[in-house]
Nanobody
Framework: QVQLVESGGGVVQAGDSLRLSCAAS????????IAWFRQVLGKERDVVAT????????IIGNSVKGRFTISRDNAKNTVYLQMNSLKSEDTAIYYC????????????????WGQGTQVIVSS
């Protein structure tokens, strides 16, 4: 079982940048694709970005394309979400999740989840 811990959230102004981290407990971390999802209260959890086991392939959600990037360092068991040019609509709780295929973009396709980190973007 993989335990995931997100960090890096906070309160920023529109146009600022943040980098979220997702640290895993397992040395088998590189056996999993990792995704970042976000959720606003009362709405569904939406995919933000996914990354393959090797880190060579990624999917970036349309709403953040050109602003967010995802990367991973398997030696550190960590995945990062670099968020630039933040907008008020990026305000959400951000979750990382581990699964089998980076091409999966639905929450139900992911087996392990972190507790989430809050991002608030003030305009």
């Amino acid at each position: 079982q993989v335990q995931l811990v997100e960090s890096g959230g906070g309160v920023v102004q529109a146009g600022d940048s943040l980098r979220l981290s997702c640290a895993a407990s397992e040395r088998t971390f590189n056996n999993y694709a990792i995704a970042w999802f976000r959720q606003v209260l009362g709405k569904e959890r939406d995919v933000v970005a996914t990354i393959s086991r090797s880190g060579k392939s990624t999917i970036i959600g349309n709403s953040v394309k050109g602003r967010f990037t995802i990367s991973r360092d398997n030696a550190k068991n960590t995945v990062y979400l670099q968020m630039n040019s933040l907008k008020s609509e990026d305000t959400a709780i951000y979750y990382c999740a581990a699964g089998r295929q980076f091409s999966f973009t639905r929450p139900n396709d992911y087996d392990y989840w972190g507790q989430g980190t809050q991002v608030i973007v003030s305009s």
